[in-house]
T-cell receptor, first 113, second 109 residues
Framework: NAGVTQTPKFRILKIGQSMTLQCAQD?????MYWYRQDPGMGLKLIYY???????DKGEVPNGYNVSRSTTEDFPLRLELAAPSQTSVYFC????????????FGPGTRLTVT | GQSLEQPSEVTAVEGAIVQINCTYQ??????LSWYQQHDGGAPTFLSY????GLEETGRFSSFLSRSDSYGYLLLQELQMKDSASYFC??????????FGKGTHLIIQP
């Protein structure tokens, strides 16, 4: 099993550009999450999904969009990138919600200049 | 509302024992998880407490008191590789876990 994979690993965007961060898992997990982590800070939930076709906002959803057309994939879309979106983005998946162990991908380091 | 408190930084000596405390206030509490994150890496799961008491996993133990909304992570026989950030994460509903700012653990030789 590859676990949770994310692409790209690094990306530099110019202000106003858009991009999609890819996330895939091969553990047949229903629950998937997108977090962002700013330097020296904890993780903040952007969006989450409890299954294919179902998504919901987390703590910091503004400026982002997600879709979940399959169980495996959970892409995160950044529209009109802003410097405030410079961060490390982690995708995670779990068997269930609540307390279930979350498996994290390696992260995407995004810089917006 | 939700709140989470951990010390921002703890320093300990190799071979010693260290305790990282966590107090939380969250709705729909199911249990308390702990995650480890090395610099530049992704968080990885360490332990989970659903019930009050101590859970032991090798050199790491985690404790929960639901009535006090308090937990701690105990690391024994500290090794240099334990230098990392440690996050307590209370778990609730479908939106999963709440991560605070974490505790940066520095191990000195």
């Amino acid at each position: 099993n590859a676990g949770v994979t994310q692409t790209p690993k690094f990306r530099i965007l110019k202000i106003g550009q858009s991009m999609t961060l890819q996330c895939a898992q091969d553990m047949n997990h229903n629950y998937m999450y997108w977090y962002r982590q700013d330097p020296g800070m904890g993780l903040k939930l952007i969006y989450y999904s409890v299954g294919a076709g179902i998504t919901d906002k987390g703590e910091v959803p503004n400026g982002y969009n997600v879709s979940r057309s399959t169980t495996e994939d959970f892409p995160l879309r950044l529209e009109l990138a802003a410097p405030s979106q410079t961060s490390v983005y982690f995708c995670a998946s779990s068997l269930g919600g609540g307390w279930y162990e979350q498996y994290f991908g390696p992260g995407t380091r995004l810089t917006v200049t | 509302g939700q709140s989470l408190e951990q010390p921002s930084e703890v320093t300990a000596v190799e071979g010693a024992i260290v305790q990282i405390n966590c107090t939380y206030q969250t709705s729909g509490f199911y249990g308390l998880s702990w995650y480890q994150q090395h610099d530049g890496g992704a968080p990885t799961f360490l332990s989970y407490n659903a019930l009050d008491g101590l859970e032991e996993t090798g050199r790491f133990s985690s404790f929960l008191s639901r009535s006090d909304s308090y937990g701690y992570l105990l690391l024994q026989e500290l090794q240099m590789k334990d230098s990392a950030s440690y996050f307590c994460a209370p778990g609730g509903g479908a939106d999963g876990l709440t991560f605070g700012k974490g505790t940066h653990l520095i191990i000195q030789p």
